[in-house]
């Protein structure tokens, strides 16, 4: 099984609704990751998680909330969106994540949820 | 400052014919990973090849083939007979492997090429 699964696939909300994307691997990866990629641009890294720990966020706004309740699964919680949020949030995993070791580590993506902020 | 260019924003290609997709690089690191993605419109990424910093040899996975050109830093992707499956946006990506610098071990997307396969 090397799929990453994410869900919903498609999600629409208004700016006061709290919602949350899921994302599950169960390829025994230690690292995941969220990116949000916006129409015809390149993905950009949000978060990445290490052993169920967050090791990296790129100064996204906390109305952004990432949780990695067990090495499985990855979870974005959201809250109080502004329209210009609307973009593709792409679920990734790798097989480890440790500084200056993992160059070759390629990631697994899922196919993504396209969130709509109204 | 842009860490990958990608010069060709679109691309056409005759089913059959092979198209070489242009990368180009910027990293002071001597270890890093070059990766090339596609990602067709239902918006999965997928992983095609891979190259090391210190590879010799240039990889190749079936029809895909990687022109590593290490002192001109470019990462050229081949795809060899073409197929009508191929079309797509295609990114490549680089992931630095010095430790310090607060952009390693993150993995930087080019700006991609759209790829069109004409029948």
């Known amino acids: 099984d090397t799929e990453v699964t994410q869900t919903p696939k498609h999600l629409v909300m208004g700016m006061t609704n709290k919602k949350s994307l899921k994302c599950e691997q169960h390829m025994g990866h230690r690292a995941m990751y969220w990116y949000k990629q916006k129409a015809k641009k390149p993905p950009e890294l949000m978060f990445v998680?290490?052993?169920?720990?967050?090791?990296i966020n790129e100064s996204v706004p906390s109305r952004f909330s990432p949780e990695c309740p067990n090495s499985s699964l990855l979870n974005l919680h959201l809250h109080a969106l502004q329209p210009e949020d609307s973009a593709l949030y792409l679920c990734?995993?790798?097989?480890?994540?440790?500084?200056?070791?993992?160059?070759?580590?390629?990631?697994?993506f899922g196919s993504g949820t396209q969130l709509s902020v109204l | 400052a842009q860490k990958i260019t990608q010069t060709q924003p679109g691309m056409f290609v005759q089913e059959k014919e092979a198209v070489t997709l242009d990368c180009t690089y910027d990293t002071s690191d001597q270890s890093y990973g070059l990766f090339w993605y596609k990602q067709p419109s239902s918006g999965e990424m997928i992983f095609l090849i891979y190259q090391g910093s210190y590879d010799e040899q240039n990889a190749t996975e079936g029809r895909y083939s990687l022109n590593f050109q290490k002192a001109r830093k470019s990462a050229n992707l081949v795809i060899s007979a073409s197929q009508l499956g191929d079309s797509a946006m295609y990114f490549c990506?680089?992931?630095?492997?010095?430790?310090?610098?607060?952009?390693?071990?993150?993995?930087?997307f080019g700006p991609g090429t759209s790829l069109s396969v004409i029948p």
């Open positions: 990734a995993s790798s097989q480890d994540w440790m500084r200056g070791r993992t160059t070759n580590e390629k990631l697994f």
């Open positions: 990506a680089m992931r630095e492997g010095q430790h310090m610098k607060t952009s390693y071990d993150k993995v930087i």
């Open positions: 998680y290490s052993y169920e720990k967050l090791s």
